[in-house]
C-alpha cells in the first residue's frame, strides 16, 4: 500500500511536466538523492525500495531480479571535451546524477551507453511523451560525459556502487574508420578496468539510432555481423573473465541477420543479446513540442528513437528470431521493448526472453514499475516466482557447443 502511494505520486508529478523539462528536473533530484544518502533512506522509507524477487539466471550471471533497467537513465552529462569532463570529475561534480539512487530504487540497472568521446547530445527538442499510447519517442543522442570521465568517477565510488550492476558501452557515431571505431571501443573497455571497474556485465550497444553525426554523415553500421563480431571480441578481450559481456541489437532486422548476428556474437564470447534498442520514427505531430530551444519550427520532420508499447511488436519479433537462432548456441536472449506489465513481461519470456529490460514503464508505471511487473505476471501465472521456462534444454545443449 504504502509503495504503491509513493509510486503513484511519484509518477504523477514527473507526468505533469513537459518531457524535456521532467528529464531535466529528475536528473537533478537523482543528484541530490546521490550527495544526501539520509534522503535516500528517507525515499526508501517511503516506500521507493525495490522489493525482494525471486532471481533470473542469464548464462553464468546471477540477477536479484529478472528485470532490469535498460540504458539510457543512468548515463551522465554531455560535456563537449574530455579535459572538461575530468575537469568535473576533479572537482567532484556529481556527473552521473543518479548513479547511487536508481539502483537503491529500481534494483538492477545497465549504465550508459558511453561513449569513448565524450557527447552533448543533440539540440532540444529531444523527448517526446504519447501517454495514452504508453510510447516515447527520444533523440538525446547518446549525451555522456565519455568513457574516461565515467569510470574515473565510478571508480571514485566503487564501494558503494552495487553487487550486480551492468555497463553500456557504444562506438563514438562519429568515427568512420571501421579499425579506429574497434581500437576505441576496447580502450574504453580497458578504461573501465584500469579505473578499478568490476561491473557483472558490459553491453556492447550495437544500435544507436537516434545518434546524428555531425556533418550530415551516415550512421555506422555496426550491427552487420562481421562488425558487431569485431567489435563485441574487441571488448571481451580487454576484460577478466569473469565480466560477462552482452550486446544490444536493434528491432529492424530480417530473420536471416538476426541468425547470422546471433552466430557472430556468439563467437565473440557474448552470452546474451538484448533485443532491442529503440526504432526510427517521427515523433506524431500532435506531440511536437510548439517551437524547440533551438528555434527550429514545430513542423519540421525530425527522427527520433521510438519505445514503450509502440516498440513492443517489433522487439517481440526480434526476440523470437534471436531466441530461434541462438537454440544451439552459448547465447541467452535478455527481451527489451514496450515491457509494461505482466503480460508483455510474460509474453517476452513466452518468446524466448530469460529476463527483460525496460525504460519506458519506468515513465508511464513510475519508479517501482520492475516490481509492479513482476508482481503483476505472478497474478497472471497463479505462480508465486512467475517465471516461465522456456529454456529447459537450452543448459544441457549449452555445455555440448563450445563456439570459442
Ligand atoms: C531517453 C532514452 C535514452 C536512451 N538511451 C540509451 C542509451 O544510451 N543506450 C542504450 O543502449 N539504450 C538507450 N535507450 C533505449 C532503452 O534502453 C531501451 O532499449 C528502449 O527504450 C526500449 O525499451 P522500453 O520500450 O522499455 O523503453 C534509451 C531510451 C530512452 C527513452
Not at 4 to 22: C, E, H, K, T, Y
Request: aromatic share 6%.
Amino acid at each position: 500500500m504504502k509503495q504503491s502511494i509513493a509510486n503513484q505520486a511519484v509518477r504523477d508529478f514527473f507526468l505533469l511536466f513537459s518531457p524535456g523539462r521532467s528529464h531535466r528536473l529528475l536528473e537533478r533530484s537523482l543528484a541530490h538523492l546521490d550527495d544526501h544518502p539520509k534522503c535516500l533512506g528517507l525515499a526508501n522509507r517511503l516506500g521507493l525500495e525495490p522489493q525482494p524477487e525471486p532471481a533470473a539466471e542469464v548464462g553464468r550471471l546471477n540477477l536479484q531480479s529478472p528485470l532490469v533497467l535498460g540504458a539510457g537513465l543512468v548515463k551522465g552529462l554531455g560535456f563537449a571535451s574530455e579535459a572538461a569532463a575530468l575537469r568535473a570529475v576533479g572537482q567532484r561534480q556529481n556527473i552521473i546524477p543518479g548513479w547511487r539512487a536508481v539502483p537503491a530504487i529500481v534494483g538492477p540497472v545497465e549504465f550508459g551507453s558511453f561513449t569513448p568521446k565524450p557527447r552533448m547530445g543533440n539540440s532540444q527538442p529531444t523527448l517526446w511523451r504519447d501517454r495514452a499510447g504508453k510510447t516515447l519517442y527520444n533523440r538525446v543522442g547518446l549525451r555522456n560525459p565519455g568513457i574516461a570521465a565515467a569510470a574515473n568517477f565510478l571508480g571514485a565510488r566503487a564501494y558503494q556502487l552495487p553487487m550486480v550492476w551492468g555497463i553500456s558501452l557504444a562506438p563514438d557515431p562519429e568515427e568512420t574508420d571501421r579499425q579506429k571505431r574497434q581500437d576505441s571501443l576496447a580502450s574504453a573497455a580497458y578504461t573501465l578496468v584500469d579505473c578499478g571497474l568490476s561491473p557483472s556485465w558490459v553491453t556492447v550497444n550495437l544500435s544507436c539510432p537516434n545518434a546524428e553525426p555531425e556533418g550530415g554523415q551516415r550512421l555506422p553500421d555496426t550491427q552487420s555481423p562481421d562488425e558487431a563480431r569485431q567489435l563485441c571480441q574487441a571488448v571481451r578481450d580487454e576484460l577478466p573473465a569473469e565480466v560477462v559481456v552482452w550486446a544490444k541489437v536493434g528491432p529492424d532486422h530480417s530473420q536471416a541477420t538476426y541468425f547470422e548476428l546471433a552466430h557472430a556474437l556468439a563467437q565473440a564470447g557474448v552470452e546474451a543479446v538484448i533485443a532491442t534498442n529503440t526504432t526510427s520514427r517521427t515523433p506524431p505531430s500532435h506531440l511536437q513540442p510548439p517551437k524547440s530551444s533551438c528555434g527550429k519550427p514545430a513542423t519540421e520532420k525530425l527522427f527520433a528513437g521510438m519505445s514503450g508499447a509502440g516498440l513492443q511488436p517489433y522487439a517481440l519479433r526480434a526476440v523470437k528470431s534471436l531466441a530461434e537462432a541462438s537454440k544451439k548456441l552459448p547465447l541467452e536472449v535478455i527481451g527489451c521493448g514496450g515491457i509494461m506489465d505482466g503480460k508483455t513481461f510474460l509474453d517476452f519470456k513466452a518468446a524466448g526472453a530469460v529476463a527483460v529490460q525496460y525504460w519506458s514503464a519506468l515513465v508511464f508505471r513510475g519508479p517501482l514499475a520492475a516490481d509492479i511487473i513482476a508482481a503483476e505476471a505472478r497474478t497472471l501465472t497463479g505462480t508465486k516466482t512467475g517465471r516461465v521456462d522456456t529454456n529447459m534444454d537450452k543448459a544441457q545443449t549449452k555445455q555440448a557447443t563450445d563456439l570459442r
